[in-house]
């Protein structure tokens, strides 16, 4: 594997466009890393909770009770 100067290096030998494209990629490739870290850390703190297998209907119903509680407390007739 090249050491990170010599990365850097064959970086900017590129053309603007490619390194856009590059710059993209990896923007894009460590949101992908992050919601999938994302997504293990949640799934391991709702098997914690024995919470992990609760059907999707009980959790959309969770949502909502939580969105109505958020919108009566911040936005109150």
């Known amino acids: 594997m090249q050491t990170v ?21 990896v923007a894009q490739l ?3 890393k992050g919601l999938a870290d994302l997504a293990d850390k949640y799934r391991a703190r709702l098997g914690r ?3 992990l297998d609760i059907p999707a209907e009980e959790v959309w119903a969770e949502l909502r009770r939580i969105r109505e509680e958020v919108a009566e407390r911040d936005y109150p007739n």
């Open 5 to 25: 100067d010599e990365l850097a290096k064959a970086i900017t030998a590129l053309p603007h466009s490619e390194q856009e494209a590059l710059i993209n990629k």
């Open 49 to 51: 909770e024995g919470r």
């Open 30 to 32: 460590n949101l992908q």
